[in-house]
């Protein structure tokens, strides 16, 4: 189903879990670019991407059927 924009709820939601994932990469990148750092910190932050990514590949299972009959 599409909004006023012509992007569907699920497209839309990629988007930002997409979006929110890039930003913990450079958030990550940026704390372990200078020593010494907060590694529980970062080890949250990469959880949290790591989840992300789980996220959006279920929904994109969803957008792509299974071709194996």
């Known amino acids: 189903m ?3 924009t012509g992007i569907s709820k699920p ?3 990629l988007e930002m879990l997409r979006a929110e ?3 913990l990469d450079y958030a990550i ?3 372990t670019e200078h ?3 907060d590694q529980v910190q970062v080890q949250r932050l990469k959880k949290r991407k790591l989840s ?3 996220e959006i ?3 994109e ?3 792509r059927p299974d071709l194996i009959a």
């Open 2 to 4: 599409a909004d006023d």
């Open 11 to 13: 497209d839309q939601k």
């Open 21 to 23: 994932h890039r930003d």
């Open 29 to 31: 990148a940026t704390l």
């Open 35 to 37: 020593a010494p750092y």
């Open 52 to 54: 992300l990514r789980d």
């Open 57 to 59: 590949e279920r929904i």
């Open 61 to 63: 299972g969803f957008a």
